[in-house]
């Protein structure tokens, strides 16, 4: 063979190893191919099947949800008779001396509570939760109880205790000294069967008093006022959940395991009869949560609250979650599946027909009535808008103030620097007190230095004035009187006023003594025919705003509106409730073309966004934006 064959041979063969070399490479690029396909393919079915075991628990819950729902309608029922052997002989129940027997509306709520064991009392104001939820106490035979409670309402609460079951031991640990706290809580510990009464800030004050909770095993929990839980991130939140969760129960035996897991997250032998999990054979419970609930100590929890919903649908979840942690365990889960973000407003609002789907999920766990589902019949209660005209020739240095407020806001505004929320909603807080009381007024930067204040000297106010003349109007007719706002030092100017004017007034704040205010509270609340102390009481909307029976006035002063229609709603109840014979009035004050519309305007597209969570779910979800805000202070709308 020449040297050009050889060459040629081994050129052909280069070519034939290449293009095999080429064949190999789709061949293998081609199996790696399957295989990739085959992965994801394996993937999407792995991942399909988990999804469907998803949907199938969820539905397996949500059935479970509604049966229980249906079991607790049946206990209502069939052990009606058991439930009023519990009842009968106890003053929440048959009444007494100034005390009225329970209504019927009220005892069929109980009765839900008691079928329930874990459950939301979401009636409307004036209803009567107090004493559902003190009577229940009975129905379900609690023992250990802790009621946690909003602290202007302790005394209240306890004192409501001990009227309408004497037979329990009350124990109110608000406004103790540490060295007091701990002592009763002490001698707590040594009982079986006691009430102890605690506000939702004690827990930040004293950590060692919630280790004590924890180790008294409490069996029963109220929450009064329980929307101020919306917030589940809050350390109130966190504490209760703690309490309503602990783990320290035996399956086997119910002995204490003072917490079932170590530290190394591995379980511990039960101390009595050395149960460890595994070595019991399981029990059979009809539902998820009466499994979960063998292993607390916490059997029985109530919520008490008129407005279950203030801001957002998630307000509802936080309570949800801790009546049903098995049902309702993560909020991304409620939210994937109730909820949707609105994106024009950035809110979270209800999916359309969800609020149909989850009204089955807990009928079992939440029950709500207003007055016409109750059948209470009260006087009638008139609102009258009392327009205010502002004239700048009379309150020459109100309206001056408002105006230079105005620009200063604007300057803020226009300067382009970044404004938070806060600050703007500072800005709008500082404009609502120039429109009730200009005294005092100091507007901060951003950086927190005055840019802009008002002496004490300035004592004039067309709101304080045109209610002056409403309020010596209806104390000629002899008729008490309540009047709101939210700021204090208009409270105080006010009474200075009508003190002048020869009456008598109360003043209910946070700064109120503790010893003034249960005699405030009692002088309001005055069986007919007692003679009064004071003619009018002015308060703000946190300290008079929930919990108080007003009934002995008849007429109610809005100097200026809260931002929330549940709680200014909770303002017009103090009184329009149970026990108020006469019709009363509430006269709202506004000056047309200001902050007062926009606030007006804002409060009524919240009421339109009411939604029928059981005909009294509220969904209020345009709450304010630092966009929204600013386009309105930038339109004139609000400055």
């Not at 309490?243 to 530290?263: E, Q, T």
């Not at 309570?319 to 098995?326: E, G, I, K, R």
């Not at 240095?397 to 105005?406: D, T």
């Not at 010596?472 to 006023?497: P, W, Y």
Request: glycine share 6%.
């Amino acid at each position: 063979m020449t040297l050009f064959e050889e060459v040629s041979d081994l050129e052909t063969r280069r070519r034939r190893h290449l293009e095999n070399a080429d064949k190999k490479r789709i061949q293998i690029a081609q199996l790696l191919g399957q295989i990739e396909d085959d992965d994801k393919a394996e993937r999407a079915k792995k991942k399909e099947i988990r999804e469907v075991r998803k949907a199938q628990e969820n539905e397996q819950r949500r059935q479970e949800s509604r049966d229980q729902a249906s079991q607790v309608r049946n206990d209502v029922t069939q052990l009606e008779e058991k439930y009023r052997n519990l009842a009968v002989g106890n003053p929440w129940y048959d009444g007494g001396d100034d005390i009225g027997a329970i209504l019927p509306f009220q005892w069929r709520g109980a009765l839900f509570g008691a079928g329930a064991k874990r459950w939301i009392l979401g009636d409307g104001m004036g209803l009567g939760k107090t004493r559902q939820s003190i009577g229940w106490l009975d129905l379900v035979q609690a023992r250990k109880v802790i009621v946690i409670c909003q602290a202007d309402i302790c005394d209240q609460f306890a004192g409501e205790i001990m009227t309408l079951a004497p037979h329990r031991q009350v124990f109110n640990l608000y406004k103790k000294t540490p060295k007091k706290r701990h002592a009763q809580m002490d001698q707590i510990l040594q009982s079986d069967d006691a009430v102890v009464v605690v506000n939702f800030e004690i827990w930040r004050k004293d950590k060692d008093l919630l280790a004590k909770f924890m180790d008294w095993r409490i069996d029963t929990m109220i929450v009064d006022e329980a929307h101020n839980l919306k917030n589940t991130s809050t350390s109130n939140y966190r504490y209760i959940d703690m309490l309503a969760k602990i783990d320290n129960v035996c399956p086997s035996c119910k002995g204490h395991i003072k917490g079932l897991y170590g530290a190394d997250k591995k379980l511990k032998p039960c101390p009595s009869c050395g149960w460890t999990k595994g070595t019991l054979a399981p029990v059979r419970y009809a539902y998820k949560l009466d499994e979960w609930v063998s292993t607390k100590s916490m059997k029985n929890v109530c919520f008490t609250t008129g407005t279950p919903i203030l801001n957002s649908p998630l307000d509802i979840y936080a309570l949800l979650h801790l009546c049903d942690p098995m049902l309702f365990a993560r909020k991304t889960q409620f939210l994937e599946t109730f909820c949707i973000q609105n994106h024009h407003s950035g809110k979270v609002e209800f999916r359309d027909g969800q609020l149909d789907n989850l009204r089955p999920l807990i009928e079992g766990r939440f029950i709500a009535r207003n007055r016409e589902d109750a059948g209470i019949v009260l006087p009638t209660q008139r609102k009258h808008i009392i327009r205010v005209d502002l004239d700048e020739n009379v309150y020459k240095k109100q309206y001056k103030i408002i105006k230079q407020l105005s620009e200063r806001a604007q300057i803020m505004l226009d300067s382009g620097e970044q404004m938070t929320i806060m600050h703007l909603i500072a800005l709008i807080t500082r404009k609502r007190q120039a429109n009730v009381w200009p005294a005092g007024i100091e507007l901060k930067d951003a950086e927190g230095n005055v840019i802009f204040s008002v002496g004490q000297e300035v004592r004039e106010s067309v709101k304080l004035d045109t209610a002056l003349d409403h309020v010596l109007q209806e104390h000629a007719n002899g008729r008490r009187q309540v009047v709101f706002s939210q700021f204090s030092t208009a409270l105080q100017g006010f009474k200075e006023i009508l003190e002048e004017n020869g009456l008598r007034v109360a003043v209910l704040t946070g700064a109120t003594p503790r010893s003034q205010r249960d005699e405030i509270k009692n002088n309001f609340y005055l069986a007919k025919g007692e003679e009064p102390k004071w003619d009018i009481l002015l308060c703000n909307y946190k300290t008079g705003g929930t919990g108080l029976n007003l009934t002995a006035a008849t007429v109610t002063h809005i100097i200026d509106e809260e931002w929330n229609p549940g709680k200014r709603d909770q303002a017009y109840a103090r009184t329009d409730r149970i026990g108020q014979e006469m019709e009363s009035d509430v006269y709202i004050y506004r000056i047309p073309a200001s902050i007062d519309t926009w606030m007006s305007n804002t409060i009524h597209r919240k009421e339109q966004m009411v939604s029928a969570f059981n005909d009294t779910m509220v969904d209020e979800s345009t709450d304010m934006t630092v966009d929204s805000l600013s386009e309105a202070m930038r339109a004139g709308e609000v400055l």
